[in-house]
């Protein structure tokens, strides 16, 4: 018995060491690059990923674009930020709920320079469907901004519904493409999408190589205000990280006096931001970080904004600043040139 064992053991044996031997031998599908692009979220996307001929996540990825729209868009009517925003209670959706509540870590990360309760703000000065105005009465409006009266009233459990407090309103479209960006890259992750490129409303993710074989490279604008196609200040490589860019040189309107009202306020003094930082870019692991950095280093300032980007790890900073010469000065953190195309 023992000896028919043996031989009948070593029969299995070598069945399953030929085995990997005949998978070795099948080949890997060839793979393509396939380009989406379109609106979405009040700008457009462009999302590129490799995979074998045929296959097409375009239905997919159309799918999240109008649930994130439906969740967190300020342009529709009945999305569940606008319901918020009327003073309804209602069931948030698990994004919105995720979202809120990572948008109070980064505000309190940043010092409130991030903070997605600016709505009433951003529309008293005239953005974001508001009306322009030369000046704002800050003592009616600031007791309803400041993300710390949200932290006693921030979302509990996903069962229960969630209101505002009294007078608050939400607008978080200084983090949302970053957030779509990231639910996208979930999805490729799920699907088992090993390199891509997603790019929503100039929020990027990267992961892998392009067709080529090389690594995806991103382009950040020069700080003008008529874009130029192909005009560069600077290209970046990245492999599974993400890049967003915040600036003040294309959103704003004019005073009568004619000085800039740019679309960037300050959350703590409620004023719009005067400063000579045109545009920053921020490096992170995840786009919804990089995004909601990049705004708050244009609240901060230079000074402020790179100390505080040398604070978090494996994130840098891209700093485009403007000087009296009305020519472009650049300054960074101290590890950004290892993503510079040299």
Known sequence: MERLFYFHSMKLLRAFFFLPLLWSCQSEPELVQMTNQGPAQGSTFSISYLVPEGVDYRIDIDSILKSMDQQMSLWVEDSEISRLNEGESIYLSNDFHGLILRSLHLSDLTGGAFDITIAPLIKAW??????????????????????????SRRPGPMMEKYTLPRGYELDVNAIAQGYTVDVVSNFFRNQNVQNYMIEIGGEVRCKGKNLDGRLWRIGIEQPQEERVSGQYQTIVELDSMS????????????????????????????????????????????????????????????????????????????????????????????????????
């Open 126 to 151: 005239g953005f974001s469907g508001g009306t322009h105005n030369e000046s704002v009465n800050l003592d009616s409006l600031m007791s309803f901004v400041g993300y710390e009266g949200l932290i």
């Open 243 to 342: 890049l967003a860019t915040s600036g003040n040189y294309r959103k704003y309107w004019l005073a009568e006096n004619g000085q800039r009202v740019v679309h960037t306020i300050d959350p703590t003094s409620g004023q719009p931001v005067v400063s000579n930082l045109l545009s920053v870019s921020i490096i992170a692991q995840t786009a919804t970080e990089a995004d909601a950095l990049a705004t708050a280093c244009m609240v901060k300032g230079l000074e402020e904004s790179k100390a505080m980007i040398e604070r978090f790890a494996n994130t840098e900073g891209y700093f485009i600043v403007g000087n009296k010469y009305g020519e472009f000065e650049v300054q960074t953190t101290s590890n950004w040139s290892q993503y510079e195309l040299n």
